[in-house]
């Protein structure tokens, strides 16, 4: 090939995705790319929300690295992120698996039932959960009493042990059904002649699964972590409809975190600061989950 | 080149984007400039209850009628949602001419930016000032300004289940110690003694504040609003806390209260398994639809006999307000609107709606509202000395924050009394 | 619950023997495994809405009795009471219309992004990726009061496209990030083809690409609209007159702090519902099925 069709290969290629690419970049540029712009410059300054900014520097960074509640919310989403990888990522792609091959009977019903959850108000959820985790009258106290494990029942929401771990539970259950249903679209995208080889080769399920399904979809693995680890960093409601960030502030995330800074504390310089440092730390895990899984593919292939 | 025709590109794209909304600027623009009369922007938080709808629908009908030149957008939302959308449009500049408020820190906020309109001069104009209530303005009022006019004064009491105590054959308690004891009793009955649902923080601030007020006495947090140096606490405040951490220790508050919501903790008192609960008098409406068997009763916060308050003090405050932006294009309108937000047969109305006391003098009747609050009215609102505004609402935002992570800390233990004790004054202290 | 998930898992991958000549592993006692933790698992998983159903016919007295007792006579007034006097239904035909038209756009846009940037290789696309995933971090409560300034500035604030351009905004880094998946399992030499044609990059996009993936284009619609539809923050800062409302605003009408009519409240959250189920319903057979057999195969 000459350079200079290789050269006219680029231009075209390169007008091509601008083409592409200009809607959507247009409108990250109006709208996200200003927002982000104001955050950046406002965790310089020490606002109100409402009264003259004042040039602070670097004040509000080194409250922030000071800050307690800061880095324990952050402790929290780095254990959303995680508990989000393993019961929404890994089994919503067990069972898209089960779903489009073991038992496909049962995969229209079974994926609109797990939809459900994603599709209620979180308000409810919130209602719903609270009941369950009530300690008198909750279902999981009901529960552990009928069988005789009396001595685990508590008020799960308001002691500061549990508290976490019984938002973590809702969470993870209350989202699986989207994983589930991008695994499902995935899974549904293979080409059947690889099944019919593998099977050819005798591979179970369980080889199968890891061999041929996984690896095929390997880049709905990757999207849909990165999906997962950077939602789980942004995550908000059900935090909120759940305990507030509480108790004394145990189950905070940076987001309600922030959010009460902004508008409970009326310090919203400081709370860009936090959401800018957020955004800062939400991108950079993620480049080094897409880096992680890029290797992990090369090593697969 | 390749870099030109990029930018040819984009700023085609960039050029349909805005054409795509100046058309819909346009379509929407239409609709909010005609009509041609005043126009008056009107922001509350009357959502989400029946009787709040019901009042405020009252309220703007007959405001309507009697200025038909004025035409009323009204904007609404739920009290939790509200206080995000009112503080994001103070914020980008867009305030309402007329607006729903917490009075205390949360207004002071507004007002030392200069975003709300003195109403000074008005209230001097026929007697407005002097039909209100007097201890329900220095919570509207800052630096010798009032800016805003007080709706409704709630009062926290302790609420009790009198059908229960008949049946067990429990006394109401008159003194601290003599609580204790019923709590103790109750608690061995097998019935939580108190019902304190503490998600939302607030529920726990009556009884630190109720402690302290009884044992230092009243009007702390008002000094320190005032910008008062030598307000304080006191070395009360340490028991003050302390009550609240024996209630926890001693298991008179519901396992798990700091994640039970207020709502949960109603459902537990009103089914008989909680007997009491101190809170404010929209008590009486969280009890209407109690299951049978169920009969609500009020008495005053005991006293503490050693205590240097007074004792017949209540912890009552202003719980919502209306105000004027500076900014509003027509303040003769926007003034109309609170005087007749504010005038006896709307704040009578109120009353007879919603079962709470308004600030307007004469407005709440003995028939519009009912005997409970009547009863609550003249038998502990009317033997207090002193109205001690909700130390809450008072605070500064960011102070009532360090108040509230503090209490839930002394219910579960996390922080002893003399480190909460501590923890407040400081940040009463830094909150100015 | 779902670690044990993960345990029985593996159980049953030893459960299952080989595989049947027909193509597919042979369903045995390890279906059976399956069929039995799935019935477990959506029990958990579906109990909520359940107990919606049929707490939305209590009594608010009954409720406040009991909270999980079951109706003792059906109360279908409370479905009257939150639909109001037609309001729920000005509220939802809001919430459609900023749906469709919000999801419409993202899905567009973001099938042409996510399959620029499967396709082209110039130098400086990596930067537009890295500028996406900026995009993904941000949380939409450092944006609200920038976003209530521009779209004040346009003339845009309190109507429907106000609403509907952010929320595409922020919802198309993810979008993208999900066709961009689809787009990388689509085999190269298919993209390669359709593009030496001699047709036009656009038309090879539109005749060859866009119809094969049709499957994730309406998966990407799905997860769109369950955001749109039930997004609280953007419409509430950003509408302000009462007929505007979208229907998640419209259910705080019935949330109150202090005193809530829970059965109603459950009947409107049902009824808000209702209209993204019918969504999904309608777009799932798109997903599953079907399509399998397209274009990919070759």
Known sequence: MSTSTRSRAVRRDARAALLFLAPAVLFLAAFVAYPLLTAGVLSFHSWDGVSPRQWTGLANYERLLGDRIFWGSLRNNILVALTAIVFQVGVGMVIAYWLVRVVPRIKRFAMFLYVVPVVISEICIGLLWGFVYNPYFGLLNGFLNAVGLDELARGWLGDRSTAMPAVLVVMNLTYLGLYILLFVAAFENVDKAVYDAAAIDGAGHYRTFFSVSVPMVWSNVQATTLLAVVSSFKTFSLVYVLTRGGPNNATDVVSTYLFQTGFGNFEAGYASTIGFVQILLTAAVGVFVLGLMRRGKRGAA | MRIRSAWRAALAAGAALVMLSACAGAGGSAGTSGGGGKTLEIWHAYAGQKDKVEFIEYALDTFKKAHPDIKVKEVSAEQSSYKTKLQTAMASGNAPDVFYTLPGGYLKAFVDSGQVLRLDDELAKQGWRDSFLESSLPSVTFGGSTYAVPIDIDAALVWYNKALFDAKGWQVPTTWPEFLDLAEKIKSAGVVPVALGNKDSWPATFWFQYAEMRMHGSGVMSGFGAGDKNATFGPEAKDAAGVLQTLAQKGYLPKGANGMSDAEANILFLNGKAAMVLNGTWQIGMSAEAPAGFELGYFPFPTFVQGRGNQSDVLAGVAASFAVSQKAKDKEAALAFLRHITSPEVMTKYVQIRKTMVARKGATTPEAAGPLLAGVVQDVIGKADTLDPFYDTAMAPKTTETYYSTLQGLIDGSIPPAAAADAIENAAKAGK | ?298
């Open chain 3, 1 to 298: 619950m779902t670690s044990s998930t993960i345990h029985v898992t593996r159980q049953h991958t030893k459960a299952v023997p080989g595989t049947t000549g027909r193509g597919r592993p042979r369903l045995g006692v390890g279906a059976a495994i399956v069929y039995l933790i799935l019935a477990v698992h959506l029990t958990v998983v579906i109990f909520p809405f359940l107990w919606m159903a049929y707490s939305s016919l209590k009594s608010n007295k009954d409720f406040l009795a009991s909270v999980w007792s079951l109706p003792t006579n059906a109360q279908w007034a409370n479905y009257g009471t939150a639909l109001g006097d037609g309001k729920l239904l000005v509220y939802a035909g809001n919430s459609l219309a900023i749906t469709v038209v919000s999801v419409a756009l993202t899905v567009a846009m973001a099938t042409a992004a996510g399959y620029a940037f499967v396709t082209y290789r110039t130098r400086w696309m990596p930067w537009v990726e890295v500028s996406m995933l900026v995009a993904m971090a941000i949380p939409a409560y450092v944006a609200l009061v920038p976003l209530v300034a521009t779209l004040r500035d346009a003339g845009l604030l309190d109507t429907r496209t106000g609403v509907v351009l952010p929320t595409v905004a922020f919802n198309l880094p993810v979008s993208v990030l999900i066709m961009r998946a689809f787009f990388s399992t689509v085999p190269r030499s298919l993209v390669e083809a359709a593009r030496v044609d001699g047709a036009s990059e656009l038309r090879a996009f539109l005749r060859v690409m866009v119809p094969i993936a049709r499957p994730a284009m309406f998966t990407t619609a799905i997860v769109n609209t369950i955001w749109v539809w039930n997004d609280f923050l953007f419409p509430l800062v950003l509408l302000n007159t009462p007929s505007k409302k979208t229907l998640p605003l419209g259910l705080t009408d019935y949330v109150g702090e202090r005193v809530t009519d829970y059965p109603v409240l459950l009947a409107a959250i049902l009824l808000a519902a209702l209209g993204s189920f019918v969504v999904y319903a309608a777009l799932q057979k798109h997903v599953i099925g079907g399509l399998t057999s397209g274009a990919v195969k070759q």
